[in-house]
């Protein structure tokens, strides 16, 4: 590390972009899981997994038809929807409200399940995407931001933009919101709960699917990732409050920018040090999340 | 074994901002049966939370034979001698009858085939001797509700208190857990305080009752005198010709 | 003979037949292998199978009797492990010593995440997550520990004078330890559910509010089955440390490591004493059966698809999971008639 301080302080802005950039993906994936726990209760213990299938799927899209993963994105996701509204309806359903170990050890079956169909048909090597512009960069002062990160995150605005849109102007989106601000009142109201749990399941998938494919932009893939992105995204949602939606985000924003900076300020090893140290602390001091209205 | 006093003192508590309970105080001498009333969201559970120790009274003291008990933790407050039920009856669902109250003898003793002893002859009492192998989740509620009187009684206390063990039971019910509760008092001198909604058991068990309306008390008195208090009147009353 | 009543009351008496029978079988089963081809193969199979159902009861305790998640088991092994270890490696302080400095070692640790998770009324997914929250800190923090190797690893040496005093010498005394260690941890665990203790656990798993109504001081009992889960647990890391010789943060610490120790008694039947015992025979053995049916695959067909028999694997965990809810004993045991007596149930 340079010893001029003016130095240092580029180097740590720069790694602090970086990280929000990677945090916008992150908040994508993280916002999955919420929006499943929040409507459903079963945290899914697979979404790791599921991240790592929208990643090689988005990698196949690239490796034999040559597509962007940019391009890919809407069918990556538009897979996993699909696949997550099948799984909700054929295998999660009976869970719903049944002890969590038991939601655990089913999902743990999928998660290996997944893990290993993707180990099966791409192998255990690495993959990564050579798009044209993996190179290019963007000059902001003295800041270099990757383009890929730049459009990986632009897409994951997007997204999420599309997303708010669904939640805020559309029937089904404002039946999962309120389903997921108060569990019991959309019981109430008489919607479909069935189709509702399938629809927010596919949506959540459709989510860590579509961050997947951004994801494969900024990393390479192998099968193995998958558990730690689990447990990323458990951080990530603890951090913004499990069940909330934007707090999912802010989160992603957090964990991705405090990633960043531990690995310039400590050992790239040490990077999860600060994501796992504030997981603790906010479970004890704030487990309803940093951002979350005290309920 | 004999009856605790138990002696309420100008007990208050809000929840966020709103006033639960203000100012609430009444006697219950040892050996004696009362009853605490009022319409709903009266402040009759928090009352019996803050004498359980579900949590703290902001203001005022609770005293157990002279001994203050305000603020200690439920299970402190068990071991002080004042067995609970709850309102929304919460057996131990997934075990036997006979491990149910077990569990609440063993706060007297650590020997188990004593507690489940005692237990037993706390079920012949009860009549739920024949259901001790069942487990509580297949139990019928009026079984539940003699399941939770059980385990409280289990513990071994000085004080009972009982939050509508009465709702939801058949007349004939009814007067089986009066009688029940008469006899115990008689036998064994213990001190009971309930909050009851069917008056017809709270006229044939209490001496005295207490009356409570928006977390204050309006009326104290024998049953007699209470049900001609023209403040309860309007309370009750009031409410029902409206 | 009070005491073996007392462990034996309520069991039905071919029940505790089947028991014995179970016991003497697998104490001569290393000579029954010998007549086996491969029956070293086997024995090794057979030591995984009595080693996850030592470690599946010590986390039973926990989950099954005292109903508080752990997905952070690892940190027990992992540090038991690494603590007597260390001790023998740097300090040349012997295993059956050592093995008390890794049960203190990991009955702290679980003391402060017990202490910081029920002080703080965490429950259910949240208990669970601080649990791996401490696993993965543990995992970083001996990635960066020189002393007992760092990310490179702690090794222990085959040792030409290695004897049972220091746990060195032939899979068949690994095999007698863990069986010997698994036969005290199934008679404890019966003690304790016949125990106040037990008692108490039980009631703060099916409603920790009532349980604190009848007296109980549930911190104080919640504490109690973390710190002799942890303690057993950390023997099971020590044994495990020394039958593999190696050490690595990066695995000992793992959430794989972690999940490895839950799945078990919850396939086999949470709460229950057999549950760890048939999991665990279920779970090594499908693993065992995939692992042939891949290798088939790969020489008669020439099939060689990585992954193929954890697909398996994951197929049949799914199907027991989403069929037998409960675990496979509870079922086992009603179908054999082994189950206590309860009239509500058929």
Redesign the interface.
Known sequence: MSADPGQFVVTLLQAIAMGLLTGMVYGLMALGLSVIFGVMRV?NFAHGEMMVVGMYLAWLAFDRLGLDPLVSLPAVAAALFVFGYVLQRT?IN?FIG?P???Q???L???A??L??????IA??DTHGVQVDYMFDSFNIGPLVLDAVRVYAALAALVVAGLLWLFFTRTRPGKAIRAAADNHIGALVVGLDVRQLYALTFGIGAACVGAAGALMLLIVQVH?FLA?DY??LA??IV?VGG?GSMSGALAGGLLIGVSEAVAGVLL?P??K??FS??L??IV???R?QGLLARRS | MSGAHLAVRGIGKSFRGLRAVSDVAFDVPGGAIHALIGPNGAGKTTCFNMIAGVFAPDTGDIRLDDRSIAGLRPDQICGAGIGRTFQIVKPFMGLTVEENVTIGALARTSHVPEARAAARQILRDLGLDDRRHVRAVNLTLPDRKRLEVARALATGPRLLLLDEVMAGLRPTETDQMVAFLKDLNARTGITILLIEHVMRAVMALSQHIVVLHHGEKIAEGTPQAVTRDPAVLEVYLGQESH | MSIWRRLTDGVPARALGALGLLAALLVVAPFLLRFMSAGDYWLSILILVVYFSYIGQAWNIMMGFAGQLSLGHAIYLGLGGYVAAALYVNLGIGPWLGVFVAVAAAMLAGGLIGFLGFRFSLAGVYFALLTIAFAEFTRILFDHFKWVGGSGGLFLKVEADGSAFNLQGSPLLFYYVILALAAAVFVLCRWLLTSRLGYYWLAIREDPEAAQAAGINVLRTKLLAVLISAGLTAIGGVWSAFYYKSLFPESAFSMGRSIEVTLAPIIGGLGTLFGPIIGSALLVGLGDLFTSLAEWLANTWDVKTAGLKQIGYGIALLLIVMFRRDGVWPWLARRLGFDRQREDRP
């Open positions: 945290v295998v009976p049944l969590e170990h038991m655990f050890m089913l743990l079956a999928v290996i399940l893990v290993n169909a993707c180990l099966a192998g255990p099968p558990i689990t447990l458990f951080v603890i499990l050992q090893s040490l999860s040090v796992f140290g997981l603790i479970l004890l001091l487990p």
